[in-house]
């Protein structure tokens, strides 16, 4: 039988580490897109939902702007420079529709 020194196999796990983590990096990276993809899609809901209460709010149907821009501030990430310009017309939005459903309501008893 045929002894093998002992640094024989320790020389070839250590050869192999960059063989792994080659291997893991297209799956990170598959991940990440398909995160931003996600992130993108969420992003352009949101800014449809903003445009229907944009609408609703013109023909006066306050409680389905409130509706729309409620939908349109929980769908967006929190945070990030990509979403903070759609945030931010999604919630002055959905506090002007708030303000003016609650005066609705008011003025009908």
């Known amino acids: 039988m045929t002894k093998f020194p002992l640094w024989l196999p320790a020389f070839f796990l250590i050869a192999l580490i960059p063989f792994a983590l080659q291997a893991q990096y297209p799956g990170v990276q598959g991940a990440v897109e398909s995160h931003i993809q996600v992130l993108e899609q ?52 959905f506090c002007n529709a708030a303000v003016l459903l609650a005066r609705q309501r008011v003025a009908e008893g």
């Open 42 to 93: 969420k992003l352009s809901y949101s800014n449809d939902l903003v445009k229907q209460g944009e609408k609703a709010l013109d023909g006066k149907d306050y409680e389905a702007a409130y509706a729309f821009f409620k939908s349109a501030v929980d769908t967006l990430p929190q945070g990030g420079d990509a979403s903070a310009k759609a945030r931010g017309q999604a919630l002055s939005g």
